[in-house]
């Protein structure tokens, strides 16, 4: 089982430019998630999803969209990069509430 | 709304001493569940414990134990006789079950702990 796979591991764009990050789970997991993570300021909740066809906003939304069109999928998509979004995103996914999340090995994305 | 605070940023020991790290957190839900991950120099997120709202035991695993207290809403993290290897960040994290936090799993801002030999 590959678990949680994060593509693509590096990116840098331009500022303005669009991106996605794909998010894809192979262990039927129903909540998935994106975060980013910035130096001293732990891991940030983007978006989250709890079911395909579901999102909801986390704590860090502005700038970003996602869509969940498939169980196994959560997308993350920069519309317009901006210098800020430069960071370290990670995905997860989980099965049920009480369990625990797996995440990916993470996206290092620089925008210039 | 739910709240993790992780108030120590960072903390150096020497090897072979104890050390506690401290979560304190916030929700409305009566029905929750609290985990604690590591994150080692390489980068990935190893998940370590889970605990649920419910269930106050504390746990014992090797050198790391937990404790869990609802009426001060802290589930602390101690490893004994420290080791070189223990270097890491460690996030402590809650999901709620109910109302508008369905789902969502938030993490505290981390502390990193550096074990000199």
Redesign the interface.
């Known amino acids: 089982n590959a678990g949680v796979t994060q593509t693509p591991k590096f990116r840098v764009l331009k500022t303005g430019q669009s991106m996605t990050l794909l998010c894809a789970q192979d262990m039927n997991h129903e909540?998935m998630?994106w975060?980013r993570q910035d130096p001293?300021?732990?891991?940030?909740?983007i978006h989250?999803s709890?079911g395909e066809g579901t999102t909801?906003k986390?704590?860090v939304p502005d700038g970003y969209n996602v869509s969940r069109l498939k169980k196994q999928n959560f997308l993350l998509g920069l519309e317009s990069a901006a210098p800020s979004q430069t960071s370290?995103y990670?995905c997860?996914s989980?099965w049920l509430?009480?369990?625990?999340?797996?995440?990916g090995?993470?996206t290092r994305l620089t925008v210039v | 709304a739910q709240k993790v605070t992780q108030a120590q940023t960072e903390i150096s020991v020497v090897e072979k001493e104890d050390v506690t790290l401290d979560c304190v957190y916030e929700t409305r839900d009566t029905t929750y569940y609290l985990f604690w991950y590591k994150q080692p120099p390489s980068g990935e997120l190893v998940f370590l414990i889970r605990r649920n709202s419910f269930d106050e035991q504390n746990e014992i695993s090797g050198r790391y134990s937990w404790n869990f207290q609802k009426s001060t809403s802290s589930f602390n993290f101690t490893i004994t006789a420290s080791q070189v290897v223990d270097s890491a960040v460690y996030f402590c994290a809650l999901r709620g079950a109910g109302g508008t936090s369905y789902g969502k799993l938030t993490f505290g801002q981390g502390t990193i702990l550096t074990v000199h030999p």
């Open positions: 909540y998630y975060y001293g300021m732990g891991l940030r909740l989250y709890v909801a986390g704590e370290v990670f997860a989980s509430d009480s369990t625990e999340a797996f995440f090995q993470g």
